[in-house]
């Protein structure tokens, strides 16, 4: 009996105590819409929230930074377009505020993808155009009666002008018109926002140590 009371404390946490998900706090006057609770995206939990809020895009962004920064095992804040977004990593979780100015506030975009290093091998290189070779770290899609927008997570260690003129080209083949066009090889930053249509997408590309971080953003017709 004692032998068989001793393999069940050795056996329940590893199969009943699942890893928490982090808190998220939001700005007290925001108001907080959820969005997706305990959805699965491409085989992984997903969760996303939409904050509306009368700060400043500086003044949200500095609100998540410092509740991120400290707890981040990789961390990332990059302006894209008009939207500023803050990426953290903390394994197996990754956190993603995109912040968007209005004329009376912001409006953010919160998510929460777990376990994105393991599902990233799921996700097979036909489901997104990427240079060869290209880590797929988080792939979500979203649906509202008007916009599909889809935001995707990628890492190489190819050069930024290798990657900046791969999507360049490849959505030129599709008769895609440039709107912004940044390469900066010497800082390791580059953006590109092209068109088509009503259909955007914006691109930011930022190289740290040997590794190019990708962060792309499509927002297409939903009808």
């Known amino acids: 009996m004692n032998k068989l009371f001793t393999l069940l404390l050795l056996c329940i946490p590893s199969i009943c105590f699942s890893v928490e998900w982090p808190d998220i706090e939001f700005p007290e006057d925001a108001v907080v819409e959820i969005v997706a609770e305990d959805i699965k995206m491409y085989g992984y939990p997903t969760k996303t929230w939409i904050v509306k809020d009368n700060a400043s ?10 509740q991120w920064k400290s707890k981040s095992d990789k961390f ?6 008009s939207d500023y977004v803050i ?20 409006t953010v975009l ?9 599902s990233s091998n799921n996700i097979s290189a036909d489901q997104f155009p990427s240079p060869l070779n290209s880590n797929i770290i988080s792939d979500i899609k979203s649906k509202d009666l008007f916009k599909n927008g889809r ?4 890492q190489n260690k190819r050069s ?9 080209r490849y959505f030129q083949r599709l008769g895609w018109s440039e709107n912004t066009g940044i390469l900066d090889v010497n800082s390791g930053k580059a953006v590109l926002m ?12 930022n190289k740290k140590s040997e590794n190019v971080n990708i962060v792309f953003n499509q927002v297409m017709d939903g009808i």
Request: aromatic share 12%; proline share 1%; hydrophobic share 40%.
């Open 110 to 118: 919160v998510g929460i993808t777990q376990n994105i290093e393991a």
């Open 194 to 205: 092209m068109s088509n249509g009503a259909n955007t997408v914006d691109i930011s590309f």
């Open 76 to 81: 990332d804040e990059q302006k894209l377009g």
């Open 151 to 154: 935001t995707v997570i990628l």
């Open 87 to 106: 990426n953290s990593l903390q394994d197996p979780f990754l956190l993603t505020a995109r912040i968007k100015k209005e004329y009376d506030g912001v």
């Open 57 to 66: 895009q500086m003044l949200t962004a500095a609100f998540f930074k410092k």
């Open 160 to 168: 930024i002008s290798e990657n900046y003129h791969y999507y360049r």
